[in-house]
Nanobody, 121 residues
Framework: QVQVVESGGGLMQPGGSLRLSCAASGSIFRLSTMGWYRQAPGKQRESVAYITSDGNTAYADSVKGRFTISRDNVKNTVYLQMNSLKPEDTAVYYC???????????????WGQGTQVTVSP
């Protein structure tokens, strides 16, 4: 059983910055890749960024140069630093953690409930 909780969303003006946090907890045997996704109203969910257990990262083209994903393996927490925010960044941001729980033999994906990010003048 793994719990994933996001925080840090809110309202920001264009050009501003926000930092999202995502903490995984519970009966975690091994925590692998963690990533951020977002979904705007009327649109499908898309991948924003992810980071492996060793710290390798990847970003969507739309956020390269503006967003930075990082990780604290001791705290089982992943962060998304969002700079130079644009109105098109407005969405619900979800965190996904790939993990093996105690007693399990395979990786499963665990999702947070999401945090709202709104970018508007």
């Amino acid at each position: 059983q793994v719990q994933v909780v996001e925080s840090g969303g809110g309202l920001m003006q264009p050009g501003g910055s926000l930092r999202l946090s995502c903490a995984a907890s519970g009966s975690i045997f091994r925590l692998s890749t963690m990533g951020w996704y977002r979904q705007a109203p009327g649109k499908q969910r898309e991948s924003v960024a992810y980071i492996t257990s060793d710290g390798n990262t990847a970003y969507a083209d739309s956020v390269k140069g503006r967003f930075t994903i990082s990780r604290d393996n001791v705290k089982n927490t992943v962060y998304l630093q969002m700079n130079s925010l644009k109105p098109e960044d407005t969405a619900v941001y979800y965190c996904k953690a790939d993990a093996i729980t105690s007693g399990s033999r395979q990786y499963n994906a665990y999702w947070g409930q999401g945090t709202q990010v709104t970018v508007s003048p």
